[in-house]
């Protein structure tokens, strides 16, 4: 089938083949001149099947891949994806996306593939077990420990994803979950399938992922929600009455399913009161509600629907986005000239007209609603003029806290102190992002404690950072999307705190040398191995958790401790002040510096010659514990701790644990070696 005639009626992937549902299906249209772009229906799909198909066929197969096998696909398919995206932004003009609103979508998307590809080489083993923090010591002599461990879960997980970003939503989900090891069944918006479709297809004609990692379902869930279990994981976003609704689901409840949702919300920017006509912050808070106004036809989750400016400031804040938002050229997204498009229907529009509505009955209208469309016809295309209110008495206001119109409308609510603002901001009961346009340190600080209960981001941008923010309305893989309360309760993204939905952590107790065995991790008090090769003798291969170097002693003295200070420069007087290192309650006299030591330390494990280690990179979690004197002998122990081979790469990194002692047996510093040893044998040993 041609893709022209593809395009009439969009196909669900499941069980591993294109399925044509039943029937006529729902008219997908373009959101502009409204012409049906496709038909969606998923009757006839057998939903107990796919996600069956997903835990015995996906499943199984993308655990048995390790962490950096599985970043290594996602990187691989986002470069494969941005081969294609010309094609994506040419039908993403149907959702009403200008140019720019579809780069979010877009190279957004991909973006978060080649981001959580990065983070799971540089965050996560090459291997199958996520270690959760530190070991605990559950008795006195350190024989008996626990560990957490995290591991995929072993159900699937069903993302359910919103209309305004059919390929980002997609796949901001799809990254950390596959990362995770989970195989996915992904349920986009029908008002704007035919474009995650049309990504999704690509994917598979990637045959990057293995079958049955991913699915897509164009049209209904049908049963699908009787079917889920225990180890299954549903990932929502759209409104908060559809997630509710959902959350109580029997299945859900019965199996405790884990639930994830990011909801619609009433976020907030607040001008602070230091942010006068003129200064960069009123002029940057200017340009940004008017962005967050008409970016996506103001159809995203994090769009600023409050604006609070100080009272004194409000008409000028008027004044001025009236101004900005005159200049906005409201038609056809494919013409060059327009900035923004239409919403992404006629539904969406109706529903947002009759949200200005009943927000009227609480604010006046500050912009005029006569805009002019470029390219297009007012009635056949879902144009909505950005709509700009003003409440001029906002502290008997209700609607405004808690009626989103989920288009290019924004309210002005005037604020009094900064506890004003702050309770106007929160009446929100929970939102995704709240932003701040202050120069002044302290309001920000006061601000960010009394937002942050109810924000699950907050932004806060003066004249330094303002050219280089991301700005409101940008999520981004490093940091959490989600937020409290109205918001969805939960987090997306976050960087592995979006991996950790998808994987179930336990906890383990046992010996030392058995957890070490488990995790493939040592730690202190398991069993060493020792032998006559020194282990940087060794190749990565070769190498094993556990193997240990015990030095010989090395004396520390007086010289020693002075010829480092000068080399060094560090002529701190617990060093070379024999009278000021004796009034130290710590010292009582003069010490080696920590670092020496850590020189010293080298000294005593390094071997000379050429060989498999490539490089030191690094020190980590560095603690001195006990001074050591004039007289003090030290010796090392070096242990490898944990070792990750990087893929289609002929090195790896190991972890070597290091404790230096003094000769009563006392620690005296402890830390992580980190190394770069080679894979392969190496000429000369």
Same mark, same amino acid.
């Given at each position: 089938m041609s893709d022209a005639e593809r395009t009439m009626q969009l196909k669900s992937y499941v069980t591993g083949e294109w399925h044509a549902g039943t029937g006529d299906g729902e008219l997908l249209r373009d959101a502009t001149t409204g012409e049906v772009v496709a038909t969606a229906s998923s009757a006839g799909i057998d939903f107990g099947a796919v996600l069956a198909h997903a835990r015995q066929v996906g499943g199984p197969t993308l655990r048995r891949l390790t962490f950096h096998e599985r970043a290594a696909v996602l990187k691989a398919l986002a470069k494969r994806l941005m081969e294609r995206k010309e094609e994506f932004y040419t039908l993403s003009f149907a959702t009403g996306a200008t140019r720019a609103d579809s780069w979010i979508d877009i190279e957004g998307g991909i973006g978060t593939l080649f981001a959580y590809a990065s983070r799971g080489v540089r965050e996560l083993p090459n291997g199958h077990v996520h270690i959760d923090g530190e070991p605990e010591a559950l008795s006195k002599t350190g024989g008996f420990s626990g560990r957490h461990i995290c591991v995929p879960r072993e159900g699937a997980a069903v993302h359910i994803n919103a209309f305004n970003f059919p390929v980002w939503g997609m796949l901001e989900k799809l990254a950390p979950t596959l990362l995770a090891g989970m195989p996915a069944v992904v349920k986009p918006?029908?008002?704007?399938?035919?474009?995650?479709?049309?990504?999704?297809?690509?994917?598979?004609?990637?045959?990057?992922?293995?079958?049955?990692?991913?699915?897509?379902?164009?049209?209904?869930?049908?049963?699908?929600?009787?079917?889920?279990?225990?180890?299954?994981? *549903?990932?929502?976003?759209?409104?908060?009455?559809?997630?509710?609704?959902?959350?109580?689901?029997?299945? *859900?409840?019965?199996?405790?399913?884990?639930?994830?949702?990011?909801?619609?919300?009433?976020?907030?920017?607040?001008?602070?009161?230091?942010?006068?006509?003129?200064?960069?912050?009123?002029?940057?808070?200017?340009?940004?509600?008017?962005?967050?106004?008409?970016?996506?036809?103001?159809?995203?989750?994090?769009?600023?629907?409050?604006?609070?400016?100080?009272?004194?400031?409000?008409?000028?804040?008027?004044?001025?986005?009236?101004?900005?938002?005159?200049?906005?050229?409201?038609?056809?997204?494919?013409?060059?000239? *327009?900035?923004?498009?239409?919403?992404?229907?006629?539904?969406?529009?109706?529903?947002?007209?009759?949200?200005?509505?009943?927000?009227?009955?609480?604010?006046?209208?500050?912009?005029?609603?006569?805009?002019?469309?470029?390219?297009?016809?007012?009635?056949?295309?879902?144009?909505?003029?950005?709509?700009?209110?003003?409440?001029?008495?906002?502290?008997?206001?209700?609607?405004?806290?808690?009626?989103?119109?989920?288009?290019?409308?924004?309210?002005?609510?005037?604020?009094?102190?900064?506890?004003?603002?702050?309770?106007?901001?929160?009446?929100?009961?929970?939102?995704?992002?709240?932003?701040?346009?202050?120069?002044?340190?302290?309001?920000?600080?006061?601000?960010?404690?009394?937002?942050?209960?109810?924000?699950?981001?907050?932004?806060?941008?003066?004249?330094?950072?303002?050219?280089?923010?991301?700005?409101?309305?940008?999520?981004?893989?490093?940091?959490?999307?989600?937020?409290?309360?109205?918001?969805?309760?939960?987090?997306e993204m976050g960087g592995l705190r979006g991996v950790m939905h998808y994987l179930q952590r336990s906890a383990l107790q046992g010996s030392p040398s058995t957890l070490a065995a488990i995790t493939g991790r040592w730690q202190r008090g398991a069993r060493e191995i020792t032998g006559a090769v020194h282990p940087f003798r060794r190749t990565l291969p070769e190498l094993e958790i556990g193997e240990t170097l015990h030095s010989a002693e090395r004396e520390v003295t007086l010289a020693d401790i002075e010829r480092f200070a000068a080399l060094s420069g560090d002529t701190f007087y617990a060093h070379v002040d024999e009278a000021a290192a004796k009034r130290n309650p710590l010292f009582g006299g003069r010490v080696a510096h920590g670092y020496f030591l850590i020189s010293a330390a080298a000294g005593l494990f390094v071997d000379p010659p050429y060989g498999p280690v490539l490089a030191n990179y690094g020190l980590e979690r560095l603690r001195f514990a006990k001074p050591v004197r004039p007289g003090d002998r030290i010796k090392v122990r070096l242990t490898c701790k944990a070792k990750s081979l990087r893929v289609d790469k002929g090195y790896g990194e190991v972890v070597w644990d290091t404790e230096i002692t003094n000769q009563d047996g006392e620690i005296v510093a402890s830390y992580d070696v980190l190394t770069m040893v080679s894979a392969e044998p190496v000429e000369g040993r």
């Open positions: 918006a029908t008002a704007t399938a035919y474009l995650a479709e049309l990504v999704f297809r690509r994917i598979v004609e990637s045959g990057l992922l293995p079958e049955g990692a991913v699915q897509l379902v164009c049209g209904g869930v049908g049963d699908l929600f009787t079917h889920l279990g225990g180890q299954d994981v *549903v990932s929502f976003t759209g409104s908060a009455s559809t997630a509710a609704q959902l959350r109580v689901h029997p299945t *859900v409840i019965g199996n405790a399913v884990r639930f994830i949702s990011e909801t619609d919300s009433i976020n907030s920017c607040i001008l602070g009161g230091d942010a006068a006509p003129g200064t960069p912050e009123f002029d940057t808070f200017i340009r940004e509600v008017a962005r967050e106004m008409t970016a996506k036809a103001g159809q995203k989750c994090t769009a600023i629907r409050k604006a609070l400016v100080p009272a004194a400031q409000l008409e000028p804040a008027v004044a001025a986005l009236r101004a900005a938002l005159a200049k906005v050229i409201v038609g056809d997204p494919r013409r060059e000239e *327009v900035r923004m498009g239409p919403l992404a229907g006629l539904a969406q529009r109706r529903e947002v007209l009759a949200r200005i509505a009943e927000l009227r009955r609480e604010a006046d209208l500050v912009t005029e609603a006569a805009t002019e469309i470029v390219g297009a016809d007012r009635e056949r295309g879902a144009f909505v003029a950005p709509t700009l209110l003003v409440a001029r008495r906002a502290e008997g206001a209700q609607r405004l806290h808690s009626i989103e119109a989920f288009g290019p409308v924004c309210t002005l609510l005037p604020y009094g102190t900064n506890a004003d603002a702050i309770a106007l901001a929160n009446r929100g009961e929970g939102s995704l992002v709240s932003s701040v346009f202050t120069a002044d340190q302290a309001l920000a600080r006061e601000l960010a404690l009394g937002l942050a209960p109810w924000h699950g981001r907050l932004l806060f941008v003066d004249r330094d950072c303002a050219r280089e923010s991301t700005g409101h309305g940008s999520p981004l893989p490093g940091l959490i999307h989600g937020g409290p309360g109205r918001a969805g309760g939960s987090e």
